[in-house]
């Protein structure tokens, strides 16, 4: 007798719906409170899902997740586009959150999703910190355009440039101060130590780089293949082919990891400029018509693969085994 169970979480409550045999035997509303995640684990424990599914919607399932999988549930946490796709192959057109929980349960039934595997405290601390840091570096980028838009007008007040530079001060000195927190929290544990170090040998990324890329990559499986971390990151390029009269030029999925794509992208626009084999390969894209953006995102996802394999290996990155010496002959 399967059962499988969907949550449709949202900031102040969730909707827990429990299936048994593709009919609704439980919908219940909980809390998203300590004492409502209890409630919802002893009333999993009593049914026995063989599946618990839940969106990764913001931080709102978090907690109940990490309940959950120290309940010893068998929980499944997925992108929040495979249910959308999902409940358009089921023809679903209502959209309430009591569907969406019985959807999240028949996803489960059908698809049976990789078990979640719950992120340690070190992991959860630096993925907090890394997203923060990278907040703060876009922030900063923005605050740095407005100085530069502004101080190329004719129309300059002293007093607003002067108030621009102290809020970038005031970014550099937050940045900062995240930079030394994650730092710490890298230095505590001997693996995370050992696999920054690795990473940093990388052209193009520094420290703050460094935070917001291993923030998304230490709490995923170690046993994703590159290219589903490349599609994890949405950095994947999505076909569109079909007989002969629809062939598309391929673009990227973006339906990844934004955090992570923004971490790689300086790094990649650096390495173009000031590493050889990294600068080779980008110029042989422009050759073959790709645009800029088209090449970078190209460098990007080569940078994850070597990043990945060196947090796997354990080896420095080495752009000279990422990228072919052929490249280097024609750029």
């Keep these: ?78 992108n929040p586009k495979s249910s959308h796709h999902f409940a358009k192959g089921m023809l679903e057109h209502n959209k309430t959150d009591q569907v969406d929980a019985r959807l999240l349960a028949q996803y489960g039934e059908r698809m049976r999703p990789r078990l979640w595997t719950p992120p340690t405290a070190t992991q959860l601390s630096l993925r907090t910190l890394g997203r923060h840091a990278n907040r703060l570096v876009a922030a900063r980028t923005r605050a740095k355009n407005q100085l530069h838009a502004y101080t190329a007008s004719k129309e300059q007040v002293d007093l607003i440039v002067e108030d621009l530079k102290d809020e970038i001060t005031a970014f550099d000195r937050r940045i900062e101060r995240i930079r030394k927190a994650a730092i710490e929290q890298i230095e505590s544990d001997q693996r995370l130590q050992h696999v920054a170090k690795a990473i940093l040998a990388a052209p193009g990324i520094a420290e703050v780089s460094l935070i917001s890329i291993l923030a998304e990559l230490t709490t995923l499986p170690d046993t994703l293949k590159s290219s589903q971390v490349s599609r994890h ?7 569109t082919q079909s007989g002969t009269s629809v062939n598309k030029p391929g673009r990227l999925g973006k339906a990844g990891n934004t955090y992570l ?39 990007m996802r080569k940078y994850l693969t070597g990043i990945w394999a060196c947090m796997r290996s354990g080896e420095p990155f080495d752009t000279a085994k990422l990228f072919s010496e052929k490249h280097l002959l024609k750029a």
């Design 1 to 78: 007798m399967s059962r499988s169970a969907g949550i449709d979480v949202a900031a102040r409550t969730a909707v827990l719906t429990i299936l048994h045999e593709d009919r609704v035997e439980t919908t219940k509303i909980i809390e998203q409170t300590a004492k409502g995640h209890q409630q919802a684990v002893a009333l999993l424990s009593k049914c026995n899902p063989d599946r618990v599914v839940l969106e990764a919607t913001g931080i709102y399932y978090l907690d109940l997740a990490l309940a959950l999988a120290e309940a010893g549930l068998p929980v499944s946490v997925i």
């Design 233 to 239: 990151a949405g950095l994947d390029v999505r076909l």
């Design 261 to 299: 794509r923004s971490a790689l992208f300086m790094p990649a626009m650096s390495a173009v400029r000031f590493d050889p084999y990294a600068k080779g390969f980008y110029d042989v894209l422009l050759g073959r018509g790709k645009k800029k953006m088209q090449a970078i995102a190209a460098v």
